[in-house]
Each structure stands twice: as C-alpha cells, then as structure tokens.
C-alpha cells in the first residue's frame, strides 16, 4: 500500500526536475526523490547533508544528491519536514 507525503514526489523520468525541487538518492536501491528546496534550510535535512559531505563528499556521480540513510528513515523525516 502506497501512502504519499505532502512535499515530496517519486521522480518518474532522470531528467524530469521541476522548478523549485532537488533530486536525491536515499537507500540501499538508491530510490530517486523529488524534494522541495524549502528543505535545505531545514535544520533536521541539514544534519543529512552534513553526513552526505563526510560520507560522500561532493562527488555524486548519478547527478543527483546522495542521502546515507534508509528509505524508511528519509521518509520519515521528510514527513515531519511536511508539516513545518
């Protein structure tokens, strides 16, 4: 069963990115995500990218941002970033 979180979109196509999202790449199938760019200034994704720099750095080769979380984690937070 499949639930949806305000904000937040399944990207459907690589290139498909509209105004005002950011593509990112969370979990072990590096699942692609639509997130608001509201988010980065949220101080909870804020923590992710930190941990994205150190784990990452800034090299991501899918061209989107990669997330070192868990999908259920990612979800998650993005739903308490929703209701801010």
Known sequence: MAFRIPGIRRATKSNDVPKGYLAVYVGDKMKRFLIPISYLNQ??????????????????????????????????????????
């Open 43 to 84: 101080p909870l994704f804020q923590e992710l990218l930190n941990q994205a720099e150190e784990e990452f750095g800034y090299d991501h080769p899918n061209g989107g941002l990669t997330i070192p979380c868990g999908e259920d984690e990612f979800l998650n937070l993005t739903s308490q970033l929703s209701r801010l």
